[in-house]
């Protein structure tokens, strides 16, 4: 699979490498650990600086987490509740439930965004919640651009290090990013077939 995105990050160079990072946030066909230690080995070889690399994959990154930021706070914490409210049990989310979100957000929402930038599937989705709970922009950049970098930074730093092998292992990193959707739906199905039973708070 490595071999069109090592063609593309070789001719395209940093542009190259913070367009999949953006590709990668908004809809991800690839896992960014693949995208980053490929960058990582090409700056190992000299074609790239290791500092541009963690720059541009960062910069990429941070566009597409910006852009579901944006999608979401457009779309509205009022308009959502509403939404709860007419298909909770579609939504698995009660009205209640969502006020206490925005209560536990305003408290812990830096610590889960900065968190949430390293985890795979969680990275792109948690811009969605700090959005539509209306976390500031400003705390939303900062504290994403401090997970972003770091991730990004530990992956080419590795690619770099390590060559090659490390960019080819790191296809096999996917079943973790599938075990983390599968455990998401999982969640999901259960919430959505106990919604009627856990009945709405008061």
Same mark, same amino acid.
């Given at each position: 699979?490595?071999?069109?995105?090592?063609?593309?990050?070789?001719?395209?160079?940093?542009?190259?490498?913070?367009?999949?990072?953006?590709?990668?946030?908004?809809?991800?066909?690839?896992?960014?650990?693949?995208?980053?230690?490929?960058?990582?080995?090409?700056?190992?070889?000299?074609?790239?600086?290791?500092?541009?690399?963690?720059?541009?994959?960062?910069?990429?990154?941070?566009?597409?987490?910006?852009?579901?930021?944006?999608?979401? =706070?457009?779309?509205?914490?009022?308009?959502?509740?509403?939404?709860?409210?007419?298909?909770?049990?579609?939504?698995?989310?009660?009205?209640?439930?969502?006020?206490?979100?925005?209560?536990?957000?305003?408290?812990?929402?830096?610590?889960?965004?900065?968190?949430?930038?390293?985890?795979?599937?969680?990275?792109?989705?948690?811009?969605?919640?700090?959005?539509?709970?209306?976390?500031?922009?400003? =705390?939303?950049?900062?504290?994403?651009?401090?997970?972003?970098?770091?991730?990004?930074?530990?992956?080419?730093?590795?690619?770099?290090?390590?060559?090659?092998?490390?960019?080819?292992?790191?296809?096999?990193?996917?079943?973790?990013?599938?075990?983390?959707?599968?455990?998401?739906?999982?969640?999901?199905?259960?919430?959505?077939?106990?919604?009627?039973? =856990?009945?709405?708070?008061?």
């Amino acid at each position: 699979m490595d071999s069109w995105l090592t063609d593309l990050i070789e001719q395209s160079g940093y542009l190259g490498v913070g367009f999949l990072m953006f590709l990668e946030t908004v809809f991800p066909p690839i896992p960014s650990e693949v995208i980053m230690s490929l960058a990582g080995f090409q700056a190992a070889t000299g074609e790239m600086t290791l500092t541009g690399v963690i720059l541009a994959g960062t910069a990429g990154a941070m566009l597409g987490n910006t852009f579901w930021y944006l999608v979401a =706070r457009a779309f509205g914490y009022e308009r959502f509740k509403k939404l709860t409210e007419r298909h909770g049990r579609l939504l698995t989310i009660h009205p209640e439930e969502l006020d206490e979100a925005h209560h536990w957000f305003d408290r812990w929402g830096a610590m889960a965004v900065g968190i949430g930038r390293i985890i795979p599937t969680a990275r792109s989705l948690i811009s969605i919640p700090a959005g539509i709970l209306q976390m500031s922009f400003s =705390r939303f950049v900062f504290y994403s651009m401090i997970g972003t970098a770091a991730w990004t930074a530990l992956l080419a730093l590795a690619g770099y290090v390590l060559g090659r092998a490390y960019a080819d292992a790191a296809t096999y990193l996917n079943p973790f990013a599938t075990g983390v959707m599968v455990l998401i739906v999982g969640l999901y199905i259960y919430r959505f077939v106990t919604y009627d039973r =856990r009945g709405k708070k008061s």
